[in-house]
């Protein structure tokens, strides 16, 4: 598969793993440790996988 | 001197402050539609990125998140965070509309369907689908400045007088010098914004104890809003997909925004824009929630969710000084929302209904007038009597942040005509057509007629049948191959060069 399939794919997991943890895993963790937490660093995952793709692009003419 | 005299002392030092920017921005216009459109694609990375911040966050954040926070707890965080994480996707669209953009000379994203497709009417219709749709978000805008600025000065000025406010300004800003006026007073509007409100943030965090102290509170006295769903029943997963479907794909369905990816002037431009705004969003969705989370603790009861931030700013431990301009940076944030929008409205007037299906040979002179003379004003208007009604209602549905998210619901039936243009050689004319029409009037009626097939949102209802019809009429028509095979060729060849996926 190609290196954009790939991140396709990549992206899509993020996506399923946003609903399914807090609302299952989490559901019950009334604390700032449960889903609020887990969102917080889940979007960082997502920020430094985009910091590392965009990190090769290079000017065209 | 009471708060009020001093709410309509900052307005004043705002509005002079802009129109002074706007008036410099003007001085370094040039002629022709792409310098007033899109400041002749040569936007750097910083004014790229603010623009394109304080064009995404509005009056929504400050107001309607800590508000959508106040009322449904930390599901509105997984909410917007869905939303920022939707702008992963740019890492794939940002290089393609740029460079498509730079090659065709593209003004609207609309105008890139049209010639992708090659029909006028596949562009008319994304056209007349943003100004249908992107008419309600300005107007939440508006309404988010009058109930702040209602709110702050305790009654004394009036919802209406904020709305009239904001419609003034953005009227004056998006006519003065285009893009460029934009892009200058919103890269202003967009520092003050995330300065002040993570300044405010720091003083109820400190009147609370600090961090620690303030997540304690949290968990012992609303821990029930702390999960999804809440111990009230909020934020089922079907509302969570209903409200976070059109935003996933806000950063592409959006004009406005997507629009501002033409701009920046080079490719590190483009990097910066990306990655400085990763790092907006995430600074100022903590903050808008936290700020939610604090009226929470602060002023409970409230009847009108969306009043949680002005009823917090109204705490007598804040200084009347920082109330003041945090109430001048939410209405920049407001503002340069709906300025933008009126800009956009008014390019795809001009490219996408008038020169597609009015007007062919209409020259460029003639376009920008009709766009500047007729498009931004009486769009403004509309918005204005939308705000006015929708104000003066009240519940779930006509708080801004499901309001804003409805709207991008509309957006969200342009997504699969764009997907195939960059990525589907066998999406045709008549494809893109139907889903867009299909998809929207799906979304219209369930919305005005409140039904939720299954509890499944309007959004969803129409994304699936946007998104079948597209692929199913895609299939049995013609699609352009010859601008299919040319315009992919020409973006394999760039996306190899520069190393983009």
């Known amino acids: ?61 | 001197m009471n708060t009020s005299f001093w709410a309509w002392f900052g307005i004043a030092i705002y509005i002079i402050i802009g129109i002074g920017i706007a008036i410099l921005a003007r001085r370094r216009m040039g002629a022709g539609i792409s310098d007033f459109f899109l400041a002749n694609r040569t936007l750097g990375g910083f004014v790229s990125c603010m623009t394109y911040s304080a064009t995404t966050y509005s009056a929504f954040m400050m107001i309607g998140l800590a508000g959508l926070t106040y009322a449904t707890g930390v599901g509105a965080l997984g909410f917007e965070l869905t939303y920022l994480c939707g702008i992963f996707m740019l890492v794939f669209f940002l290089p393609r509309f740029w460079l498509v953009g730079r090659k065709y000379g593209y003004v609207s994203p609309a105008e890139l369907l049209t010639d992708r497709y090659q029909s006028r009417a596949v562009g008319a219709t994304a056209a007349i689908l943003a100004l249908v749709f992107l008419v309600p978000y300005g107007a939440v805008q508006m309404m988010g400045v009058g109930y702040l600025m209602n709110g702050i000065s305790g009654g004394a000025i009036p919802i209406f007088a904020g709305i009239l406010i904001a419609f003034a300004c953005a009227l004056a800003w998006s006519r003065i010098a285009g893009m460029r006026s934009v892009a200058w007073t919103d890269a202003f509007q967009a520092l003050v914004m995330i300065i002040i409100s993570a300044v405010i943030l720091g003083v109820v965090v400190h009147y609370l104890g600090g961090f620690g102290s303030f997540f304690d509170k949290l968990e012992s006295t609303v821990s029930g809003q702390l999960t999804v769903p809440t111990s009230r029943g909020a934020w089922s997963i079907n509302m969570f997909i209903g409200l976070a479907l059109p935003w996933l794909f806000f950063c592409i369905s959006n004009p406005q925004v997507s629009q501002r990816l033409f701009v920046p002037k080079s490719v590190t431009a483009m990097k910066q824009m990306l990655g400085g705004f990763f790092i907006f969003g995430l600074v100022y969705t903590l903050i808008a929630v936290l700020w939610g989370f604090s009226a929470v603790l602060l002023v409970p009861g409230l009847e009108k969710a969306d009043m949680a931030t002005p009823a917090l700013l109204s705490q007598p431990f804040i200084p009347v000084a920082l109330v003041i301009i945090v109430m001048v940076g939410i209405t920049a944030a407001a503002i340069s929302t709906i300025d933008s929008i009126l800009l956009t409205l008014s390019s795809m007037w001009a490219r996408d209904i008038h020169r597609g299906l009015i007007n062919p040979e209409v020259s460029e002179a003639r376009q920008l007038r009709i766009g500047q003379n007729w498009v931004i004003p009486i769009m403004a208007v509309i918005a204005l009597i939308f705000a006015w009604w929708a104000a003066g209602k009240s519940g779930l549905s006509f708080m801004i942040a499901p309001l804003s998210s409805a709207a991008s619901a509309g957006l969200l039936m342009a997504v699969p005509a764009i997907f195939g243009a960059f990525f589907w050689k066998g999406g045709t004319a008549a494809g893109a057509l139907v889903s867009m029409i299909a998809g929207a009037i799906v979304v219209l009626v369930f919305q005005v007629t409140g039904l939720k097939p299954l509890g499944i949102w309007p959004g969803v209802w129409g994304a699936i049948v946007c998104t079948v019809l597209f692929f199913i009429i895609s299939l049995v028509t013609k699609p352009p191959k010859e601008k299919a095979e040319e315009f992919m060729g020409y973006l394999k060849e760039k996306l190899t060069e520069g190393k983009f996926i």
Do not use: C, Y
């Open chain 1, 1 to 61: 598969m190609s290196k954009m399939g790939w991140v396709w794919i990549g992206f899509v997991f993020m996506l399923v793993v946003d609903a399914v943890i807090p609302w299952f895993a989490l559901t019950h963790v009334q604390k700032m440790s449960g889903a609020f937490a887990f969102w917080l660093v889940w979007v960082v995952v997502a920020i430094a996988a985009a910091f590392v793709i965009v990190r090769n692009w290079r000017e065209v003419k």
